[in-house]
């Protein structure tokens, strides 16, 4: 089992649905992260949160929505998701707020298909 | 700007060979951090190494061995007699000391061939 465990791994949703996806980090960290992972981008940091509050927003559309509510628990919650928005979506967390020095940990990722 | 450039999309080598994953940079900040994950087909990055731009040294780790060329803002990395179990896709990436973003290059693809 990894430190960073992400559910569900694969998720399949209409475009009117809502769903969450879960990621749940097992080594006591402060700062926890999600990313998104598309098949001609780079890595894009999403959302970052530390102790337990958000500190990055880049400039996401208001259909995802995350939420924090402890150290060890990270949503993202999906509503009316566009076919675009079909990704792989990656949490991570690190031991400091402040990542710049500090490795992350990643969970497998959850594979998102929106129909 | 900062930047990080792999240009190497896809690699394919020959089992027990060398392969070398390049890493161009670009930042203005003199305070700053590059690394390499590793993602394998499960999907989760794995960290590999972490250096400082104070920190020229060249670094070796059984197999892997990573070059940091300041001059020509490149961080690559080597790995020496490859092993099927070393397919995976790599990022470089570079954190700056001012901010919490890691900037991810788009990854190079490896493939190691029995």
């Known amino acids: 089992e990894t430190g960073v465990t992400q559910t569900p791994r694969h998720l399949v949703m209409g475009m009117t649905n809502k769903k969450s996806l879960k990621c749940e980090q097992h080594?006591?960290?402060?700062?926890m992260y999600w990313y998104k992972q598309s098949a001609k981008k780079p890595l894009e940091l999403m959302f970052v949160y530390s102790l337990e509050e958000r500190v990055e927003n880049n400039s996401v559309p208001s259909r995802f929505s995350p939420e924090c509510p402890n150290s060890s628990h990270l949503f993202l919650h999906l509503h009316t998701l566009q076919p675009e928005d079909s990704a792989l979506y990656l949490c991570a967390s690190s031991q400091d707020p402040g990542n710049r020095a500090g490795e992350l940990f990643f969970g497998e990722g959850s594979r998102l298909t929106v129909l | 700007a900062q930047k990080v450039t792999q240009a190497q999309t896809e690699i394919s080598v020959v089992e027990k060979e060398d392969v070398t994953l390049d890493c161009v940079y670009e930042t203005r900040d003199t305070t700053y951090y590059l690394f390499w994950y590793k993602q394998p087909p499960s999907g989760e990055l794995v960290f590999l190494i972490r250096?400082?731009?104070?920190?020229?040294q060249n670094e070796i780790s059984g197999r892997y061995s990573w070059n940091f060329q300041k001059s020509t803002s490149s961080f690559n990395f080597t790995i020496t007699a490859s092993q099927v179990v070393d397919s995976a896709v790599y990022f470089c990436?570079?954190?700056?000391?001012?901010?919490?973003?890691?900037?991810f290059g788009k990854g190079t693809r490896l493939h190691i061939l029995p």
């Open positions: 080594l006591g960290h402060n700062a």
């Open positions: 990436a570079l954190s700056m000391n001012r901010d919490d973003k890691i900037i």
């Open positions: 250096r400082n731009s104070f920190d020229e």
